[in-house]
């Protein structure tokens, strides 16, 4: 299967502990982005790569998120002294943007990493 | 600012009726995408459609059909004789298109949660 994989699928957590979540891009893609589901809610982004680039990150990414892309291929998102409204589903997609050709890009979505804090 | 409304938030139908999404977005860009993707139970977002704001045709994939209107800004999604695999969460999604013509932050509606019984 070459499609974003994403680890773990779930987590539950204590309220104040750390969590770090991964997501593997299609190999070949060069943009890589991370979005928060809450239960009713589409997707919202939080913020997205560009190779080993981060370009953009939303205002809902706090201090306490952190997310790289060291190699420019798998992506970590941290959440640090995480907090009951953290829980969310965690998604990540992957896109490939050419400069040249006009070719525009759609995001593939991974599973996702639903996160529970108690 | 971007946004996407999707007015629906369940909808159930019964088996071989025809059903249509509703989807409307409100952008200032004269160059953005839409897309549509579904989510089932298990949680990955699957990719349905893409169209651009240039392309105003409407589209058609088997049982699926999307009308793109520029002019009451809506790009909705009829399922054609729905089956029960078709239930799920359908989302509506609009993305700005950076310079270079590329995409990048995808801006989901709420989503409708489609209901199919058998």
């Known amino acids: 299967d070459t499609g974003v994989s994403q680890d773990p699928r779930h987590k539950i957590t204590k309220r104040g502990q750390n969590v770090t979540f991964r997501c593997d891009p299609i190999?070949?893609?060069?943009?890589l982005y991370w979005y928060r589901q809450t239960l009713g809610q589409g997707p919202e982004f939080l913020t997205y790569?560009?190779?080993?680039?981060?370009?953009?990150k939303s205002r809902l990414l706090s201090d306490r998120f952190s997310a790289e892309r060291p190699k420019g291929s798998f992506s970590t998102l941290e959440i640090q002294r995480t907090e009951q409204g953290d829980s969310a589903m965690y998604l990540c997609?992957?896109?490939?943007?050419?400069?040249?050709?006009?070719?525009?890009?759609?995001?593939?979505f991974g599973p996702g990493t639903r996160l529970l804090v108690l | 600012a971007q946004k996407v409304t999707q007015a629906q938030t369940e909808i159930s139908v019964v088996e071989k009726e025809d059903v249509t999404l509703d989807c409307v977005y409100e952008?200032?860009?004269?160059?953005?995408?839409l897309f549509w993707y579904k989510q089932p139970p298990s949680g990955e977002l699957v990719f349905l459609i893409r169209?651009?704001?240039?392309?105003?045709q409407n589209e058609i994939s088997g049982r699926y059909s999307w009308n793109f209107q520029k002019s009451t800004s809506s790009f909705n999604f009829t399922i054609t004789a729905s089956q029960v695999v078709d239930s799920a969460v359908y989302f509506c999604?609009?993305?700005?298109?950076?310079?270079?013509?590329?995409?990048?932050?995808?801006?989901f509606g709420t989503g409708t949660l489609l209901a199919v019984q058998p």
């Open positions: 997609a992957s896109s490939l943007i050419w400069n040249r050709g006009g070719k525009q890009e759609t995001q593939y």
């Open positions: 999604a609009l993305s700005e298109a950076d310079y270079g013509g590329a995409t990048n932050k995808l801006i």
């Open positions: 190999s070949e893609h060069n943009r």
């Open positions: 169209r651009n704001s240039f392309d105003e």
């Open positions: 952008t200032r860009d004269t160059t953005y995408y």
């Open positions: 790569f560009q190779n080993e680039a981060q370009l953009e």
